[in-house]
Every structure is written in structure tokens, then in C-alpha cells.
């Protein structure tokens, strides 16, 4: 059987979740993109024109798995996106295709493989034009910008992209469509909105950050030649997961009990405020912990012990031994920001030696309190693991940065944050970041708008105690936490609506 040009892009990684094989997606940047691109070349010896022809090879077949035929239109601009794009048309033309090419910009400084590209082309029966020649198309490449577009688009390229979307047609861009910057997916004035886009290499970071993910379409990687032998040291600065969780998760040994799987201990709630209680400790159960204790006022007995009957219940008076006793503690979720909760918290951070989550309320007694963050810090320092599960607005409050701000910067405030207290960060947000003090973030790239709901960060905090109980590596515990989380908002939604999606929808979730 002949092998496909497009393949999904992974990697095996000893180590994020114990000692276990798993696959991750990396995701590049533009500069990342453009030295693996030279290092295939100039290092390895594969010459541009080869991967040129291989980048089109993967979009004819993409096309022809849609259709055998019909009319296209190719926007090419003068660079080697461009040329991709003269490349494409000849391989559709010598498919019985009618092709035309609609050529944008100076060809006075089209690069040398464009001009190749286009020397060739003029044998073959396609038609070149300065505007559309039909008002429909049955498909319509877009090959106008690369990756590394840093500013504007305007003049004779945003008239293009705006008649490119009048047009009628199914719509292709060619490694990430023309106007989204390929590093933070923002769009850059005008943008093409495509239907599918086939990326080359590695799948680009703009392509799963908000608003570019929305411009994309179905993403279909092909790789071209280009893999981690490009790499030469230098690894991508971040990485997704893609396969199914369950080969993800932690092995459950047939002979162990309920000590093996982890004993978690959950400081959460506040008097007659039992809810995020509820669904995190739901969370931590569905996920597999041994056992879990929540550490919460007495007021919340009756409605703990009938939502959760499995777990057990304490005052805050056993806050001390219930440190000795767990496998890993998470703090904050619904604890408000009383005395008594900052005494907590000073006392988790002061005495406790156990792996350590914290949230909401736990960051927002961190972000207003000096000592707190001198004691994380030496935490932290001490080797400790920690993790802290800010979503923007607490991660406002930590940085100083403003929301706005930290939308467009959210893995560069996450990984200083991390720097600063030796931690790892969970910087939540439609797109999560999971960000450490030095080596790749998770970025994920799974979970829907349904889970912008109330207690959904209460269950991530309960998953990822969980995690944390279960494995040695904190930061590959709080990566895969963020994923499963998603992915069971996503059956979640599947089965109520994205509107009618509650936290303890993605709770229940977790045990399919």
C-alpha cells in the first residue's frame, strides 16, 4: 500500500508520566520553523525544490481526497509559500484540473525557488490573472504569506484577501492561512478564513491559539521531510497531546488497594459553601485516587457526605495530620480569604512536605500576602512539587499584568511566574498553558466553551492532586491533568450541549 504524504507529527518521550512511551504534537513558532526548515536543507541535504514538491504532493492528495476535479484558484504571493502554491498548480493541472493562478506582489524579489517554480509552470496549460476570473471555484488555495508575518496586512495584499473571501469556494491555505501570525494566532488586519489548512513540518502555534484556530479550519500536518532529526538540539519551546488519555494515564497495578492509588487531601470550602468541595473532591475519585479526606467547616458535613459519600470527611482542626497522611494536598478551591484560610495555607506551606496544589482562593491569599510568597518561594527552592492553577484574573493578581495583557502573553507570564516561586504554572484560559522554569509548556489544544462554567476549575484542581499523588514528575502530572480535563469537557458537551455543560458534567465524564 503507498504510503501517505500527510502523517501525524509525534515524537516518543520517555518521562512526562512516569516512565512511559507517549506521542506529543510540538508546536513551532515561526523562527523555530525557519531553522528546522534551513537544518533539513543546508545540515541534512534535502534540497528546498524537493520540499517544495512534497509540500504540494501533500496538498494535491489532501485536495483529490474532496474532489477529482473541477476549477482552482491559487493566490500565490513571490515567496517559497508562494512557490508551494505555483507548485500545487501544476500538479493540478496535470490532473485534468482548470487552474488559474492569481499572482500578488513584486516578482522582482520572489525568491529563487519561486522563480524555478514559476519557469516550470509556463509549460503547462494554466492560466494567470491579476483578479478572479469566475465568481466561484470548486477549490481555492490560499498561498499568499508563509509563517512570519509581524505586521499588517494592507494595500494590494488585503484587496486580495478580501476578494479571496468573497469568492465562492472551498477554501485551502497552505501551511497556515495568509493574515494569522503563526506565533500567537493573532490576525494581522485581514486574514484568509479557510476551510482546511495543510501545514508542513510541524503544526505552527498560531494554528491552536484563539482567534488564528478559528481561521484554520480541519488541520491536516504533512511532513514533508522535515522531523526531529531537524532539530539539532534545539527542541520546540511547546508541545500537545493528541492520543487518546487512557494510554496517557498511570498503570493500575491488578494487585494494589486503596493506598496504592494515591491519598489525597483536599483543603476546600467554606462554611455553608460546600460546592467547590463537591466537585473536586468528585473530580480526585473519578480520577482514580485510593482515598480522599476534605478538610473543610464542619457546616459542610451533611451536604459533603451525601454528594460524596466515598470520601472522608475533616474539620480543620485535622489539617496537620491529614498533611502526614496524604500522597499530595490541594488547597484553595471555595476557601474564601478569611484568617482562618490564610492560617491554612501558611500552615500547608510552613509543615507540609507532600506534593502541593494550588488554587483560587490559595492564589489570591498568595498574590496579597509577602510571607506567602517568601514561603512558596523556599518551598519551591526546596525542590517540592508544586503547582499552581492561576486562571488570568489570578494570574493578574499574581504578575501585576493586566488581563488584556496576559491574553496576548499568557506562556511568558506563566513561565516567569514559575521562575519566580520554583514552580510549575498552570496558566488557564480558552487555551491552557502549562509552563515550567525551563524547558517546552504544554500547550492544550482540546476542551470547548461549554467549560467556561462555574466549578470547572474546581474539578482541574481535583484532577491534578490526583495526578500528582500518582506519578513523580509534577509537571507531566499537571500537563496531563489540563488535557484529560479537556477531553472530558469534551465528551461532557458532546452529551449536554455546549450551553448546557455544568462542572460536574466533566466530573462524571471522567469515568468514561
Not at 455553608?272 to 473543610?296: D, E, P, Q, W, Y
Not at 480543620?316 to 494536598?329: K, N, Q
Not at 474564601?336 to 489570591?364: E, F, R, T
Amino acid at each position: 500500500m503507498k504510503k501517505s504524504h500527510i502523517e501525524k507529527s509525534h515524537i516518543k518521550e520517555k518521562g512526562a508520566i512516569g516512565e512511559k512511551d507517549m506521542k506529543v504534537d510540538y508546536l513551532v513558532t515561526a523562527d523555530e520553523m525557519k531553522e528546522y526548515d534551513s537544518n533539513t536543507i543546508n545540515r541534512i541535504g534535502i534540497p528546498g525544490m524537493v520540499l517544495m514538491e512534497r509540500a504540494a504532493l501533500a496538498a494535491l492528495e489532501f485536495i483529490l481526497s474532496k474532489r477529482k476535479g473541477g476549477t482552482a484558484l491559487v493566490l500565490a504571493g513571490m515567496g517559497n509559500n508562494g512557490g508551494d502554491g505555483l507548485a500545487l498548480a501544476r500538479l493540478l493541472s496535470e490532473a485534468g484540473w482548470q487552474v488559474e493562478v492569481w499572482l500578488v506582489g513584486n516578482p522582482e524579489k520572489a525568491t529563487g525557488q519561486w522563480n524555478a517554480q514559476r519557469h516550470i509552470l509556463e509549460s503547462y496549460p494554466v492560466k494567470f490573472s491579476s483578479n478572479p476570473g469566475r465568481n466561484e471555484y470548486t477549490i481555492m488555495v490560499d498561498a499568499l504569506f508563509g509563517v512570519g508575518l509581524s505586521r499588517e496586512v494592507s494595500g494590494e495584499y488585503g484587496q486580495a484577501i478580501e476578494k479571496f473571501q468573497e469568492t465562492e469556494g472551498f477554501k485551502l491555505a497552505l501551511d497556515i492561512p495568509s493574515g494569522i501570525d503563526s506565533d500567537t494566532g493573532k490576525v494581522w488586519g485581514a486574514a484568509v478564513r479557510a476551510d482546511a489548512t495543510v501545514t508542513f513540518g510541524f503544526r505552527k502555534r498560531g494554528l491552536g491559539l484563539f482567534p488564528g484556530c478559528e481561521y484554520a479550519g480541519e488541520v491536516i500536518l504533512s511532513r514533508i521531510g522535515i522531523t526531529e532529526q531537524s532539530f539539532f538540539g534545539r527542541e520546540p519551546g511547546t508541545f500537545t497531546y493528541t492520543e487518546e488519555p487512557e494510554r496517557l494515564l498511570p498503570d493500575r497495578a491488578g494487585d494494589g488497594n486503596k493506598g496504592s492509588f494515591g491519598k489525597i487531601l483536599l483543603a476546600a470550602g467554606s462554611v455553608n459553601m460546600a460546592g467547590a468541595a463537591v466537585l473536586a473532591a468528585k473530580a480526585s475519585c473519578r480520577m482514580g485516587a485510593g482515598m480522599v479526606k476534605v478538610i473543610t467547616p464542619e457546616e459542610n458535613r451533611a451536604v459533603l457526605q451525601t454528594a460524596v459519600p466515598e470520601v472522608l470527611f475533616g474539620t480543620l482542626w485535622e489539617l496537620a495530620e491529614g498533611l502526614e497522611w496524604a500522597d499530595a494536598v490541594v488547597i484553595g478551591p471555595g476557601i474564601g480569604k478569611s484568617q482562618s484560610s490564610c492560617s491554612n495555607l501558611y500552615q500547608v506551606l510552613k509543615y507540609g512536605k507532600k506534593p502541593l496544589v494550588i488554587d483560587a482562593d490559595g492564589l489570591n491569599l498568595i498574590a496579597e500576602d509577602k510571607e506567602l510568597q517568601r514561603l512558596l518561594t523556599e518551598q519551591g527552592e526546596t525542590g517540592r512539587k508544586i503547582v499552581l492553577t492561576p486562571h488570568v484574573g489570578e494570574l493578574s493578581r499574581l504578575t501585576g499584568m493586566s488581563v488584556q495583557k496576559l491574553k496576548s502573553s499568557l506562556l511568558t507570564a506563566g513561565t516567569e511566574l514559575a521562575k519566580r516561586f520554583h514552580v510549575i504554572v498552570t496558566a488557564k484560559d480558552a487555551r491552557t498553558f502549562v509552563c515550567r522554569e525551563s524547558g517546552p509548556a504544554y500547550l492544550n489544544l482540546c476542551g470547548n466553551s461549554g467549560m467556561a462554567t462555574a466549578g470547572s476549575g474546581d474539578v482541574l484542581a481535583g484532577i491534578t492532586g490526583t495526578l500528582l499523588a500518582q506519578t513523580k514528575d509534577a509537571f507531566g502530572a499537571a500537563s496531563l491533568a489540563v488535557y484529560v480535563h479537556g477531553r472530558a469537557g469534551d465528551k461532557a458537551a458532546a452529551q449536554r450541549g455546549l450551553r448546557g455543560c455544568m462542572a460536574g458534567d466533566i466530573a462524571d465524564a471522567l469515568g468514561k
